[in-house]
């Protein structure tokens, strides 16, 4: 029943924000246009660029879109796995058991930290002092209010049994709200400034999951709570300040349909296993759905073609007599490469797919019956993707990878089949 009242929480916390962020859209139009939070933006089509804007692309190029493309379905991600927060934990507790480290304490603040040297420093931002203070103020007291009272209603215990304050992750949200203050502050300067803020504000995410202070959960829901929060806040700072103390810059930019679409992020997603596992020819045994991370990229020689690959590690709960056994987890650890392709349908979107062969490394699997030992063998890989782009340097793809995978053991001759479904933000090189 408390799960029960939590989840709904969780999902009234959610609509919430949504409908602040329609009525923010609902009366955009009586901000003046060059306080637009969306840069102006020219799509090019492969024949044309005077082409009218396909319907999903103007649907994407709306503020309302632009305020919550990221926020809301980090937010959406960190709900739906949070059944599936144990898997992700086992990958920490088998390649990074005894991690301690205090730097993501102070690395939440880091992105903020250079916007504020910056400024000093005498470098133009988007904004006056007293506007750029007041939006940050706005942006962290929506931050704070959101994660607080959530913290205390849904009283999750955190995975080192703590306290019960673990969702979402408070570093996280601040984290991700200094690193959207930096990017709207100082994006006009370089694209590997909103890189660099969110690289910092990712890494102390992951820090919290490592250092075993928060379930993967909590990090999604903190990292959109931060990104929307800030969104909100610079929009309200927007309505009251109007033009004031505001520095116009062209960020104009253009999406060309055409560009290759050559990238560079992170793998995260979930295992989803397609038949049972083979360790010889007298035992077998299933696993569980499970979790995979890593880092995936391609480079394109034309907008259709390209070459690349990923690099993963993946944690899978073994059951035994029908029940998931904690205890013992199917690790593995492998390297893929291969041929990428895109199709792109609109200068937003495209879709591709990918025909990889790899290397996968087990580590030696200690049952209760037998001990396995490591092996290294043959793996091939295939998949489907969608690709949004976002910014002419931000990518988000959605993924479902199929992998074939052989047996751990040497004296079985069995092949397992698993889909690994999830999301990877990149960078668009």
Do not use: C
């Not at 979930?270 to 890593?294: C, V, W």
């Amino acid at each position: 029943m408390m799960q029960h009242r939590s989840l709904v929480l969780r999902l009234r916390t959610l609509v919430v924000l949504v409908a602040l962020m329609a009525a923010a859209q609902a009366s955009a139009q009586t901000v003046p246009d060059t306080l637009a939070a969306t840069p102006a933006l020219t799509l090019t089509a492969p024949d044309s660029t005077a082409q009218p804007m396909p319907r999903i692309d103007r649907l994407t190029s709306t503020r309302l879109y632009q305020m919550t493309y990221i926020g809301v379905p980090l937010v959406a991600a960190g709900l739906l796995v949070k059944g599936q927060d144990a898997h992700f934990r086992g990958l920490r507790h088998d390649y990074l058991p005894e991690y301690r480290n205090h730097v993501d304490d102070g690395m939440q603040f880091l992105p903020g930290l250079v916007m504020i040297g910056l400024k000093t420093a005498g470098v133009e931002s988007r904004s006056s002092w007293g506007r750029m203070i007041a939006s940050g103020a706005l942006s962290a007291v929506i931050m704070g209010s959101v994660v607080e009272s959530i913290k205390l209603t849904s009283k999750v215990e955190r995975p080192d049994g703590s306290d019960n304050h673990s969702f979402p992750s408070g570093h996280t949200a601040t984290a991700f709200m200094t690193a959207t203050m930096l990017s709207k502050e100082y994006g006009h300067l370089s694209p590997w400034v909103g890189i660099g803020a969110y690289s910092v504000a990712t890494t102390t995410g992951l820090m919290r999951v490592v250092n075993n202070k928060h379930w993967l959960s909590d990090v999604l829901t903190g990292a959109g709570i931060g990104i929307i929060s800030t969104e909100l806040g610079y929009w309200v700072a927007d309505r009251l300040f109007r033009d004031h103390g505001i520095t116009h810059h062209s960020t104009a930019y253009t999406l060309d349909m055409m560009r290759r679409p050559s990238f560079l992020g992170i793998y995260v997603g979930m295992n989803i296993p397609l038949s049972k596992y083979d360790i010889d020819e007298q035992h077998e045994f299933r696993t569980s759905a499970g979790s995979t991370a890593g880092v995936e990229g391609a480079y394109f020689f034309t907008p259709y073609v390209g070459v690349g690959g990923r690099v993963t590690v993946t944690n899978t709960q073994i059951i035994t007599d029908g029940n998931v056994a904690e205890d013992h987890t199917f690790d593995a650890v492998s390297g893929y490469a291969g041929a990428y392709f895109s199709l792109p349908l609109t200068p937003r979107w495209q879709i591709g797919t990918k025909a990889l062969a790899g290397y996968v490394h087990y580590p030696r699997l200690r049952l209760k019956s037998m001990n396995i030992g490591t092996r290294d063998s043959a793996t091939f890989g295939t998949g489907v993707s969608a690709t949004y782009r976002a910014t002419d340097h931000y990518n988000a793809r959605f993924f479902v990878d199929y992998n074939l995978l052989p047996s751990h053991s040497r004296g079985s001759r069995e092949w397992m089949s698993t889909l690994a479904a999830g999301l990877s933000f990149a960078v668009a090189l």
